[in-house]
């Protein structure tokens, strides 16, 4: 089991940066691949950043290559998401969650590899 809690969400103007931190305590040892997804009001969940823990390769979704930044710590039980650049287009519930397996498939962050789940943390964007 592994246990994942966000934190770092809140209210910001468009231009703005906030830094989303997640948590992960537990089995953390089996985390593959860890990832960030979002999913705004009336809109299905879409993955936005990943990170191989090994390799500490990384996957951007198109909508926020160049504005948005997926680490992790040295001992990689937390992960972060730097978010430069806010736009309102960006505001949703932001989601980590965590893959046994790798979790980037055809070029595509798709939530049915993730094992374990976050509650989220809300990000709202003001113009």
């Known amino acids: 089991q592994v246990q994942l809690v966000e934190s770092g969400g809140g209210s910001v103007q468009a231009g703005g940066s906030l830094r989303l931190s997640c948590a992960a305590s537990?089995?953390?040892?089996?985390?593959?691949?860890m990832g960030w997804f979002r999913q705004a009001p009336g809109k299905e969940r879409e993955g936005v950043a990943a990170?191989?823990?090994?390799?500490?390769?990384?996957y951007y979704a198109d909508s926020v290559k160049g504005r948005f930044t997926i680490s992790q710590d040295k001992a990689k039980t937390t992960l972060y998401l730097q978010m430069n650049s806010l736009k309102p287009e960006d505001t949703a519930m932001y989601y980590c969650?965590?893959?046994?397996?790798?979790?980037?498939?055809?070029?595509?962050?798709?939530?049915?590899?993730?094992?374990?789940w976050g509650k989220g943390t809300l990000v709202t964007i003001s113009s």
């Open positions: 537990g089995y953390t040892g089996s985390s593959y691949c």
């Open positions: 990170i191989y823990t090994s390799a500490s390769s990384t």
């Open positions: 969650a965590t893959s046994r397996y790798p979790c980037v498939y055809g070029g595509t962050l798709g939530e049915g590899a993730m094992d374990y």
